[in-house]
Structures are given as structure tokens and as C-alpha cells.
């Protein structure tokens, strides 16, 4: 059984009045939880806090964050955990109160289910989805709690084979997955696409870029179109508890999965990203 | 005190697995109470099962949520209904459940907060909003709970003085009011926005729209401009609860109220939008 704290307290439910649930007006964040701590917590932090700061209400202190996740894993050393946090309660309407008190609600969730998709050994099958995602650039970059977007490009297929699907922007140019950031490779370069105006700037993707730049590899933030992808020399997508994928099908198209992938793969796995041992 | 239901039962909260607090994954409606009787009620679930659809998840029967609506409202004559209706609980991820159990979220709110704001008997004060709507198809039109752009866009002002302020796409287009939708007269002719990229279509929006047919006066969705707006001969915004709100200044700009906004406000109360007798 999964474990839920809101506000520090062991309980499974939320006010109706939350405005998480009115208006997704909050926020999150999905760790991996390894060896009885959170990997990368300094970044979830950092995205959690940049997040609270656009949003306009205080964010939780680290400490307090820390000793409730603790107290929902509740001994296990290894799993997922979750934060969310929101604007808190408020009277009907969007104007938010004046003074917010901000909701944490804190989870261990013991089934990793992301990490135990089929990968294959030989890299993961990708599709491109019909749903676009929105763009804003108020928001971009945030994990939000209004994610109706990838709820609806994910809901496009039930096919257990394909791990994952490419979302575009409006203006046609690749964004991200459901789920994850994607990389690709040409010339030597490892690309990912500029999140300027929507897309959720992934901790993965943070530690991919700083360690590709560590080996020397150079690394750009750009607009990259569906072409771009489908002639990439090599292909990955990321996310916090999945680690790095190597991309091998996309459609009917064939990707090699080539050094820089494998040399980050290596990379990755002595920064405590133990699924790219897969 | 607000009365609220979730799935029927008196309850005052919602488990936090619930995907509508997880990932906006769900809609709702905000219903004028008038009269012991839910106003313009068949519209409203008009949009609710469109959503429903449109997001691919059973809406509620109108049967069961009329009589939730009555057990909330216990006896109270008039108010605020509000119907939240979510994907149901889930495991965490984006990939809904394959056979999912949406949640009825159903209350009655006494203060009709939004009827009660300084409108002033000489029409309204709007502003633009900086923050922009964001746009994507799939969503247009629909009132889910990923709501986060109004909530920004109303989050920047506390001035009392004014009522509304105008969301504009990525294209600089003018959408809609952060709570309400924008009406203007040019010609004699009722231009109102489009509304197949963002925007929710409001159900006071299609009132006032047939109810202008009927009165002869020529109606069309078009793109407007920023200058559209302030060039308008009358203009006017619209929502469920507050009926047709008069717009005299944008700014420092002043606009009269016309005879195309009295004759519709005429109209409307004939409806039994008495908001707009005020």
C-alpha cells in the first residue's frame, strides 16, 4: 500500500476545496528514492522552488520535505516518492486568497511502474503524438499540476510496446515525451529542444547536459522539428526514475544506439543512475 | 458553510490519488442556483459530456447530478453550484486507468462572490492581462481543471476597482476574460472571439449569442485584435453567474454602453438572467 502525508499527517484524502483539484494550481515533483534518500534532491528542489516563486506562494522548506519523505517510505530503501504541493484551499473563484497556506502532500509509491516498462535491452520504440502540447511561456519549464495535455497524448495508445510518445508545440517543433525530455545526436552534438515556451525542464535532462559537458560533449538547447528527429544518428529520451533510454525504433525507422549514448549511459551509472545498467 | 458531495455522500474531501488533483485530469461547471432549479442547466451538461468525450471518460448521468445538486443546496433558494467531475483515482503516471471511475465533486456555495463584485451601475473597468491563455486545440472550449492561466492572469491585480481583465493567445489574439467571455459591437454586428485554439466556451456566451439571433442582431466568431477591443463601438463580457457585464473603461479608455447591450440586458432578463437588472 502506497503512503500518503498532507501537511506531515498520515492521511489519504485532500479538502474539496483545494485548489490543486479546483484549478491544477500547484505543483510537483516525482524523485526516484534509492538507498533511502532522494536522488538529486537538490534539483527537485531547485525546480519545486523556481516553480513556488512563478506561481506566487511560499514553498515548503526543504527539511520539512525531506523528514515526510522519509516518514513515507517508512523504512524502504528504494521506490518512487512524490510531492505535490498547492496553492492550498480558497473560496470559489480564480483570484488567489491573500494569504495562501500552501499544501504539502507527500507519497511513497512502491511500484516503480515507469522504470519496469519494456525497455528491451536493444533501446525502447517511440511513436509521435497527435495531441500538441500547449504552449505558454509563463509556465514553461514547471511541472505543473495541469498536465491535461500529456494525459491525453499518453491516452493515444495502449500498445505495451511503445514506451513513449513525442509531443509537439504548436508550431510543429518537437517538445518533449509524455513522460520524459529528448536528445538526439548529429555531428558529434548531443541537441534537446529549447523549452523556452512550453515542455518541463526534467532533473534527468539537467543531469544528462551537465555530464555530457563534463566528457567534453557538446550540448545545445534548440528548435527541433520532426525531420530532425527521424535523422538523428542517435536518439534518447530521459526522465528522473527511468534514467536515460536509448531510442531504438521510431515508427518504422531503425536508430543505432552509438557511443554518445552509450559513453553517458556509463556516465550516468556512476552518478547513482543505476537503471542505464539495464 | 458549503455543502459538498463526492460521489453522493456528504464529504469534505477527495483521496489525494484522485487524478484531477494529480494532473487536472477532469472538468467542471459553475452553475447560477436560481429558484431552487440549476439555470441553463441542459447547457451546462451539454459541455460536461463533450468533455467527457473529449477527454474519453463516462459523464455522470444528468439525473444523479440533479439530485446531488438539490441535496447540496438543501433548501437554499439561490447560489452557486459547482460540479467537479475527475478521471477518478488511478495509479501514479500519465496512462489513465483502462476502465476508469470518474469522481462527482458536487457543492453548493452560498456567496455568489463573483455577482457581488463592484460592477457599478455604469458598466465595469477591464485591463489586458499580460499572461498570456495557452492554446492548444484538443482543449479549446472546454472548462477542465487545468486552469493555471487564469489563475496567473488574475493574480495580477488586487485593485477592487476592476472586475475583469483580457487573456490574449500566443498570437496576440484577444480570447477571453480570465473568468468570463468578451463581446463587442462594430457595425451594428455581435463579434465575439474564436474559439478552436483556446478559451472555454462559456454557457452565458451561447445565451447571449442566441439570444441575439433572435433579436435580429447579426453574430460571428472571428479573431480580434487587441485593437478590435479598444476601437469597439460597446463591449461587454458574460459568465454564468454574473450574466452580461457592461464594459465602461479599458484603461483610460471609456466606452458608452449602446443600444445593442441594453437590448440584449433587456432580453436577458427575460430569461431569467436577473443579474443583469442591477
Known amino acids: 500500500m502506497d503512503i500518503w502525508l498532507v501537511d506531515g499527517n498520515p492521511a489519504g484524502a485532500v479538502p474539496v476545496t483545494d485548489r490543486g483539484l479546483s484549478y491544477g494550481d500547484g505543483l510537483f515533483e516525482t524523485i526516484a528514492w534509492r538507498d533511502n534518500r532522494p536522488r538529486f534532491f537538490d534539483w527537485h528542489m531547485e525546480r519545486l522552488a523556481e516553480g513556488c516563486r512563478r506561481l506566487g506562494f511560499r514553498c515548503p522548506a526543504e ?26 484551499s480558497g473560496p470559489r473563484g480564480y483570484a ?40 505558454n511561456p509563463v509556465l514553461a519549464g514547471l511541472k505543473t499540476l495541469s498536465r491535461l495535455d500529456q494525459v491525453l497524448a499518453r491516452s493515444e495508445w495502449q500498445d505495451p510496446g511503445i514506451a513513449e510518445g513525442l509531443m509537439q508545440g504548436p508550431d510543429g517543433k518537437v517538445v518533449c515525451g509524455t513522460m520524459s525530455n529528448v536528445f538526439l545526436v548529429k555531428d ?7 523549452l523556452t515556451v512550453c515542455g518541463v525542464r526534467g ?8 555530464t555530457a559537458q563534463q566528457l567534453g560533449i557538446e550540448t545545445a538547447e534548440v528548435q527541433l522539428s520532426r525531420h530532425d528527429i527521424m535523422s538523428a544518428a542517435e536518439l534518447f529520451v530521459t526522465n528522473a526514475l527511468i534514467g536515460l533510454w536509448p531510442v531504438a525504433h521510431c ?11 552509450t559513453t553517458l ?10 537503471e542505464c545498467a539495464r
Chains 1, 2 share one sequence.
Do not use: W
Not at 491573500?98 to 519496469?116: C, E, K, L
Open 265 to 274: 549511459c556509463r556516465a550516468l551509472q556512476a552518478r547513482g543512475v543505476t
Open 96 to 135: 488567489a486568497p491573500r494569504a495562501p497556506q500552501p499544501r504539502r502532500i507527500v507519497g511513497y509509491v512502491r511500484n516503480t511502474d515507469a522504470a519496469s516498462s519494456a525497455t528491451g535491452a536493444g533501446g525502447i520504440t517511440l511513436r509521435f503524438c497527435r495531441t500538441p502540447i500547449s504552449a
Open 203 to 210: 532533473v534527468m535532462r539537467r543531469v544528462v547536459i551537465e
Open 63 to 88: 527539511k520539512t520535505l525531506l523528514s515526510e519523505m522519509e516518514a513515507a517510505a517508512a523504512g524502504h530503501a528504494d521506490g518512487t516518492v512524490k510531492i505535490i504541493v498547492t496553492r492550498g
Open 251 to 261: 515508427g518504422r525507422h531503425a536508430f543505432e544506439i552509438g557511443t554518445v549514448t
Open 188 to 194: 558529434r552534438r548531443l541537441l534537446t529542444p529549447d
